[in-house]
């Protein structure tokens, strides 16, 4: 299966390229509140991913023609930087980034309380420094921390988690490799606390059986992601006011 | 941030958190029930009083109420209104007739400007968050001089200090005029040094207020002014 058979992505021990396990994922790093301009912030690195994210807002929706008399809009910006890969990428918008902003935007419409703040507008920034595949995993989960840090009601933190096939092999949490030369990507925003899924998207073909591990293992690795974000959130808090809190 | 929480009652938690089962309590601000436990929907530290649970955040926006005293910057101006930033979700509306002038149809612009910074009251907020601002009443008027700074919403109380005590001390020790408004914003004038002193007092705020050392810091910078 696959159209690059001489690819191979998993080793003879059965471990993959990197010598990750099959349900193990790249390590991640989580921080909040380090833009001093933003209402809220986040920088999160996982694996070789490099997201920074800001929020503005809630502020008047300009122009008016985007305002919701029932709800806030919620207007996102992803956007890679030209340096984030090995081919520059030509700054600006492009039908790549416009895709994910939007289904960004979705993905966090149902998880923030956007009826508290009819007609206006939360404004999420989510810049790409570096991209190593699963940017908008990544960009969620940034997006899900800076969000909290600004102080915006939410039901829970969304975290953008992703499986995938290599070699007929489900995996969780796919390299640049495994993510061009595997056979499918399944990208999620999971609820951790309700274990609820508020975006997915899938690459590729799963059977039903291998759709089901995938769900497990982003399940699983949404939970320690969750984790890294409460700390990152908390930390600042916790650590600012001596250890007395 | 209120002083009163000590050692055990804090806990902080973040969205999604459950805090505890939701029989018998009643959810109140920053909180949400979700089948049978009270979550959190913002960032910050339990407050349980009365039956009721709350979060009081680390950090949010401000929404205006009737009657907060709030000082805006101008954002627009049409014949016979301003439209003024008061820091919130929605812009604030000032009308020609609770301006404290007499103005005539299209010379609003004459009065105030794009960038003025106004000392205004909240007149009204409907259920749809139109904001009607006043600018009749005690001391509500243009603010031509001074310097205008921003603190965090909950760190308001922190620089009042209870029933004004430290505000009062502030206004007494830099020799300046000081209004605190309820949107976070501060402005100050006097004499540069005062200024320059109510600046170190502000970025104290920023950077320490939510600290349980802030009150003894302040105390400090009051008292080695009070003593130069």
Redesign the interface.
Known sequence: MGGYGDVKLLREDGLRLDGRKVDEMREVKVEAGILPAA??SAWVKHGLNVAVCAVY????AHPRKIQR?DR?VIDVRYNMAPFSTSDRIRPGFNRRSREISKVTAEALES?V?VER????KIRVEIEILAAEAGTRCVGITAAAVAL??????????IVGVASGKIEDTVVLDLDKAEDNYGQADLPMGI????GEIAFLQMDGDLSVEEYNTCMEYNLKAAREIHEL??DA??RR??E???G?? | MSGAKKGAELRLVTPGEAIGASSGVRAGTGTLIMGDNIIATKVGWVNQNNGVTSVDPIHSAYMPRSGDLVIGIVESVRNNLWFADVNGPFNGLLPMSLAPWKVEFGAARQHMDIGDIMLARVQEVDEAHNIVLTMKGVGLRRLKEGIMSEISMNHISRLRGEGDSTLRELKEVSDCRIIVGENGRVWVDGDSDGIAFMRTVLDLVRNDGHKATFNASLEAIIDERRNA
């Open positions: 209402d809220g807002g809630p502020m008047e008399q806030a998880v309380l703040y009819p007609r206006s909290a840090d600004a102080g915006i009601p939410m039901r829970d933190l609820l951790p606390t309700t974000m409460v959130l908390k808090y916790i600012k006011n001596g007395e809190a």
